[in-house]
């Protein structure tokens, strides 16, 4: 599937390189909100943390973050993480960006959601969210597809749903290597499962207190990119990726504090969710990178979906905007889901408004 053979690569990756070399890539959000850049620098001695890392800049006239005479945009590291790639004690460095005048690029949410997390940390916002994408083959077609043609229809009984079998499980390959990227490089990854559209699946990142969430979901996109670019396989997180009958694909955000993990939180659970209806436009406004275009492909009310512009909610109703799952209604505590998300959101704006909203009263 890959277009080179790895094994030569290997030959070379198994080449001794100076005992007091860390290689650090840093990776960073661009000017669409949803791609990733990433660039490789050698540093003398050990990177244990962002603090170990210089401010380094890169050509933001190419990636749609500044102008060609004023083009250099800063990265700052936030948060290390292990390399799988290149492994041993080679590291990651997820990286905001800032322009020329030290304001935050306009695609650097970050920032703004750490201040938030801050204000709100006496309360303990613990987040967990489900990555849903789909994989493409070379022809930019969903992997493993037949030919100018579709699979069996998903219908009611979905044979793509947790399936396992070659008929029905694609690119499986893509999702154990990535599985395992996770868990070596410190992105807190919760599991993982095949959904109701062929090739299209799922893992959950989480539990993550505050800003880490949004952290580890942006590495774990990276990670899972640059997995499948060793398949030969690529990644789309399109929140319709084929229109008709097929699922869309959402990042549900499950989202919980301190007080609604203890005993009765449900009344504080249903006090957010009533919070969280009167301000049902201004968060799908940040459920998607494009202001709530790319939700009204998905949110139709169908594919378990809810509607666009009626807020709702309910215990196991995956056809609402935010569900309370069973066994939280059984417990009388927990935590609610927040099913609005589309797959290509930026976890930092998604998690900083649910906050804003049920934690601050903004
Ligand atoms: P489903 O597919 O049924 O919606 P998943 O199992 O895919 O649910 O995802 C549920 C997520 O909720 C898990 O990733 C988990 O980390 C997260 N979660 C569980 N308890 C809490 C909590 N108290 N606060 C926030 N998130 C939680
Ligand atoms: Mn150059
Ligand atoms: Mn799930
Ligand atoms: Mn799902
Ligand atoms: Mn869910």
């Given at each position: 599937m890959s277009l080179t053979d790895k094994a030569v690569l290997n030959r070379y990756l198994d080449l001794p390189a100076p005992d007091d070399v860390t290689c650090a890539t840093y990776v960073w959000i661009d000017g669409t909100g949803e791609t990733l850049r990433c660039k490789t620098r050698t540093m003398l001695g050990p990177v244990n943390?962002?603090?170990d890392l210089p401010e380094w800049d890169f050509d933001g006239s190419s990636t749609g973050?500044?102008?060609?005479?004023n083009s250099d945009v800063w990265l700052r590291p936030v948060r290390i993480y292990q390399d799988?790639?290149?492994?041993?004690k080679h590291k990651l460095a997820l990286c905001e960006t800032y322009k020329y005048n030290n304001e935050p690029t306009d695609?650097?949410?970050?920032w703004s959601c750490a201040e938030v997390m801050e204000q709100a940390k006496d309360q303990v916002p613990w987040f967990g969210l489900e990555q849903e994408y789909s994989l493409l083959g070379s022809d930019r077609?969903?992997?493993?597809?037949?030919k100018g043609g579709y699979p069996a229809p998903q219908g009611?009984?979905?044979?793509?749903?947790c399936a396992v079998g070659a008929d029905r499980s694609f690119g499986r390959d893509v999702v154990e290597a990535h599985y395992r990227a996770c868990l070596y490089s410190g992105v807190k990854v919760a599991g993982t499962n095949a959904e109701v559209m062929a090739t299209q699946w799922e893992y959950q990142v989480g539990?993550?207190?505050?800003i880490e969430l949004g952290d580890d979901l942006w590495m774990s996109r990276y990670l899972l990119h640059r997995v499948a670019e060793d398949f030969g396989i690529s990644v789309t997180?399109?929140?319709?990726?084929?229109?008709?009958?097929w699922n869309g694909a959402g990042c549900h955000a499950n989202f919980s504090t301190k007080v609604m993990r203890e005993d009765d939180g449900i009344k504080e659970i249903e006090k957010a969710i009533a919070k969280l209806s009167e301000n049902h436009a201004a968060h799908l406004k940040v459920y998607d990178p494009k202001g709530g275009k790319d939700n009204e492909r998905r949110l139709?009310?169908?594919?378990?979906t809810s509607s666009l512009t009626d807020f709702s909610s309910g215990v196991a109703?995956?056809?609402?905007?935010i569900r309370i799952s069973r066994a939280c209604a059984k417990a009388g505590k927990g935590y609610l889901e927040?099913?609005?998300?589309?797959?290509?959101?930026?976890p930092y704006r998604v998690t900083e408004i649910i906050v804003r909203t049920t934690c601050l009263n903004d």
């Amino acid at each position: 599937m890959s277009l080179t053979d790895k094994a030569v690569l290997n030959r070379y990756l198994d080449l001794p390189a100076p005992d007091d070399v860390t290689c650090a890539t840093y990776v960073w959000i661009d000017g669409t909100g949803e791609t990733l850049r990433c660039k490789t620098r050698t540093m003398l001695g050990p990177v244990n943390g962002p603090e170990d890392l210089p401010e380094w800049d890169f050509d933001g006239s190419s990636t749609g973050q500044a102008v060609g005479v004023n083009s250099d945009v800063w990265l700052r590291p936030v948060r290390i993480y292990q390399d799988p790639f290149l492994r041993g004690k080679h590291k990651l460095a997820l990286c905001e960006t800032y322009k020329y005048n030290n304001e935050p690029t306009d695609t650097n949410f970050r920032w703004s959601c750490a201040e938030v997390m801050e204000q709100a940390k006496d309360q303990v916002p613990w987040f967990g969210l489900e990555q849903e994408y789909s994989l493409l083959g070379s022809d930019r077609r969903p992997f493993g597809w037949p030919k100018g043609g579709y699979p069996a229809p998903q219908g009611p009984l979905s044979p793509y749903y947790c399936a396992v079998g070659a008929d029905r499980s694609f690119g499986r390959d893509v999702v154990e290597a990535h599985y395992r990227a996770c868990l070596y490089s410190g992105v807190k990854v919760a599991g993982t499962n095949a959904e109701v559209m062929a090739t299209q699946w799922e893992y959950q990142v989480g539990i993550c207190e505050g800003i880490e969430l949004g952290d580890d979901l942006w590495m774990s996109r990276y990670l899972l990119h640059r997995v499948a670019e060793d398949f030969g396989i690529s990644v789309t997180l399109d929140p319709k990726p084929v229109p008709g009958n097929w699922n869309g694909a959402g990042c549900h955000a499950n989202f919980s504090t301190k007080v609604m993990r203890e005993d009765d939180g449900i009344k504080e659970i249903e006090k957010a969710i009533a919070k969280l209806s009167e301000n049902h436009a201004a968060h799908l406004k940040v459920y998607d990178p494009k202001g709530g275009k790319d939700n009204e492909r998905r949110l139709t009310g169908l594919h378990e979906t809810s509607s666009l512009t009626d807020f709702s909610s309910g215990v196991a109703n995956r056809g609402a905007s935010i569900r309370i799952s069973r066994a939280c209604a059984k417990a009388g505590k927990g935590y609610l889901e927040d099913r609005r998300p589309a797959s290509n959101c930026d976890p930092y704006r998604v998690t900083e408004i649910i906050v804003r909203t049920t934690c601050l009263n903004d």
